[in-house]
């Protein structure tokens, strides 16, 4: 007679038990490993993101002009407009365009008065239209010869400002703009609830990822018309904005 030889079912309940018990940790392992690779590639991602727009709004912040009144009375609150409901502001203002062509910028001398043509630019913080995420948008729009470019800079803004300031070394008047710029993202969504927009906060936060930026414009424009005792305009100053 053959005798068959085999598991019983509670010897394969007990493998199946202290295999369980086995690869539990080493699934938590793998997946806390998971998750700080992911949180690591996204925050250096947001951070890439965060310096483009920063780089991007100093670039037109430092070349921000306006048409030179016939007083020669330069008024740093002309430069830059800003309008709407914080956190939701627009801010407009000229700026030389850097990317275009010399001859679309100086019309020709033999037409009489050698304008320079400016770019006007917009940048719009606004929703970025995710309900899962609690976050702003924030657009640049240009235009200039008659076209009109806007592209978004970012979806994941979650405070953004710039605010003229005025400080006095050695007792004489500088002109600035002082940039804010704070980005918020998650690998999962879930955890930017319960946070509102426009509200700054700190890197105390946990649970999300969070690019914060400053910045200080120095518009060098304006301060070579400032520091002129008197600028009579002439056909190499006379600015002409998209509209004029």
Sequence with gaps: MKIRSGFTLVEIMIVAICMALLMGPVFMVLRSGTQTSLKGMLRIDTTLEARRVIRQVHADLKMACFPLPLSSVFNFDDVLKTSGTPPKNVYNFLSYPSHQKMSEIFTSQTSGINFRD???ITYTVE?????EKPS???????????KTTKRILSNRVNFFEIKPIMLQPQGKNQYYYFVTLQLLDAVHPSEMQGNTPGEKISDEVTGVILADFFDVVYPEYFHSMWNQLRTVPNWHTLLRSPGG
Aim: proline fraction near 5%.
């Design 127 to 131: 929703d970025n239209g995710d309900p």
């Design 136 to 146: 702003l948008k924030l657009t640049r729009e240009e235009k200039f010869g008659g």
């Design 118 to 120: 400016l770019s006007e």
